[in-house]
């Protein structure tokens, strides 16, 4: 493992400047909801049916309160009126509630106010006690058959059909691997609502839905009892229904989630305050459901060049952490990404990016870390893209990286195949096998190009911060700061689904999730 390198204290005052900055976020945070936090109440209380052509039941009530302004008390509030009128599921309540035109949504009385805030209370908790049972499900299974040492072997499955994505996840995992992503289809970020049921058709991957998750967790289930080791599945919280994903996830008992404060913001033109409060919802959920969240930092060294903006990927983590911890995760619950990216063309590459891995390591000793393999200068060649991969495996190894995605040799030519992968699994676990250990048996000069890179990177990671502190995050994301993409605050998609908060909003889910 890395020596000291930076010292505490420098360490200590980052995560400092990292509360600093996010600290503003949260008054954001606090006074806003959005139309997606208030679906994701509505799916904890059973409304995850669709309507008429496919449309999400609860987009339909949710989109129905908004037109009748009265979303910002909360759908909660006003599932409760759909009780007290006489429903008796969940889609009466839904029916009830858009059949009424917005001037009969009227006050009611304080003690009829009071009677509903606690029958929905009651209601609430009965939910929430079932959605942990699901969580407590999961956990048992994944005790009883265990689990592969770190890092975790980590492959992605993408056909945009389920049922070829089971059989691919299958496969992958009789081969080794430990962690089965699915990728969602290209551009499901931008759509405002999940898609609902089962899946065949994707562009790029295959949709993200709860009947999905379901498929394929049932899949790796029975594929982890026939193996005799758990198998986690991931899938993508991230976009314009962060929250509602985590909550589909969450209760289809999914061990991973990429999640992150800055992606949508970043690299899908999603405004800004919707990220942040959505992701802040999300996060409270993968908190209280045990998932892990893996970061987006090495998308940034995709965009800009990884050696010059290795800072970026540094500051981002402190600030993705400190916005983690507020939402109530754990240190064992961050998978903080980051990647092998520098131009293999460069001069001391191996070194190079052993000293950004190490220093990860080194700033969070307790989180698990997400590695990421080579994508941006992969070539056709696939003999010399198998080669590369094999260096990322060994920096995974060397610097205990939790979860390493592993890199496919056809990466530049197509979506990889099966065998694609049993190479790529092949290759890894014979690495982790034969340089198990050796961090423990090398030690890093202080005075060497590994520890001094490790500072000027630390260093102008620490200048960023500063700057990011004194100006704020807003500025620093519009100047372009994280992967060269400059955003402004009020721009991007989904800022009209952003609504402060009545001064009697009700979210009891919400409640309870932020409780100690």
């Not at 200590?12 to 006074?31: G, N, Q, S």
Request: aromatic share 8%; charged share 25%; proline share 4%.
């Amino acid at each position: 493992m890395p020596g000291p390198f930076i010292d505490d204290a420098q360490i200590a005052h980052a995560r400092k400047l990292a509360e600093d900055i996010t600290e503003p976020i949260f008054e954001l945070i606090r006074r806003n909801t959005t139309v997606s936090v208030e679906r994701t109440v509505l799916r904890f209380f059973g409304i995850s049916d669709a309507g008429a052509g496919g449309v999400p039941l609860a987009n339909l009530m949710v989109d129905r309160l908004k037109a009748a302004g009265v979303l910002n008390k909360g759908a909660a509030y006003w599932y409760g009126r759909a009780l007290q009128m006489g429903a008796r599921s969940p889609m009466e309540a839904v029916e009830r509630l858009t059949a009424l035109p917005a001037e009969k949504l009227g006050p009611l009385s304080p003690e009829m106010e009071q009677n509903l805030r606690e029958e929905v209370r009651a209601e609430a908790h009965a939910a929430m006690e079932d959605f942990k049972s699901r969580i407590a499900q999961r956990d048992a299974l994944r005790k009883e058959l265990g689990s592969a040492p770190a890092p975790h072997k980590y492959v992605i499955v993408a056909t945009g059909n389920i049922y070829d994505d089971v059989d691919q996840a299958r496969a992958a995992a009789q081969a080794g691997a430990d962690i089965i992503a699915v990728i969602r289809s290209t551009a499901q970020s931008l759509l405002d609502y999940v898609p609902h049921g089962a899946t065949t058709e994707g562009y790029g991957g295959t949709y993200a839905t709860q009947e999905n998750f379901r498929i394929m967790r049932e899949a790796l289930d029975d594929e982890g009892r026939k193996l005799g080791r758990y198998i986690q599945l991931t899938n993508y919280s991230s976009g314009l229904c962060m929250a509602e994903i985590a909550f589909a996830a969450a209760y289809e008992r999914l061990d991973m989630l990429l999640n992150d404060a800055m992606y949508g913001i970043l690299f899908r033109d999603i405004n800004m305050r919707r990220t942040f409060i959505d992701q802040y919802f999300s996060r409270r959920i993968c908190a209280q459901a045990g998932i892990i969240i893996n970061t987006g930092e090495d998308n940034y060294i995709t965009t800009a060049d990884a050696y010059d903006a290795a800072h970026t990927v540094i500051a981002s983590q402190f600030i993705n952490e400190s916005f983690a911890k507020r939402a109530g995760l754990k240190d064992w619950q961050l998978g903080l990404g980051h990647s092998y990216e520098i131009d293999p063309y460069r001069a001391d590459t191996l070194l190079l990016e052993l000293s950004q891995a190490m220093l990860v390591r080194r700033c969070f000793p307790n989180a698990p870390l997400k590695y990421m393999p080579p994508t941006k200068h992969k070539e056709t060649d696939i003999f010399f893209s198998h080669a590369y991969d094999v260096m990322a495996d060994l920096v995974a190894i060397w610097t205990r990286q939790g979860i390493q995605l592993l890199g496919m040799m056809t990466e530049a030519m197509h979506t990889p195949l099966l065998a694609d992968r049993y190479v790529a699994l092949k290759a890894a676990s014979y690495i982790h096998r034969a340089a198990a250990g050796i961090d423990e048996e090398f030690t890093v000069r202080e005075d060497g190009k590994i520890a001094n890179r490790a500072r000027e990177v630390f260093g102008r990671a620490m200048a960023l911060l500063e700057e990011c502190q004194k100006d704020g995050m807003v500025a620093a994301i519009g100047r372009g700061h994280f992967g060269d993409v400059k955003r402004a605050e009020t721009g991007g998609k989904g800022l009209d689904g952003v609504l402060e908060k009545a001064p009697d909003y009700f979210n009891p889910f919400q409640e309870m999730l932020e409780a100690p």
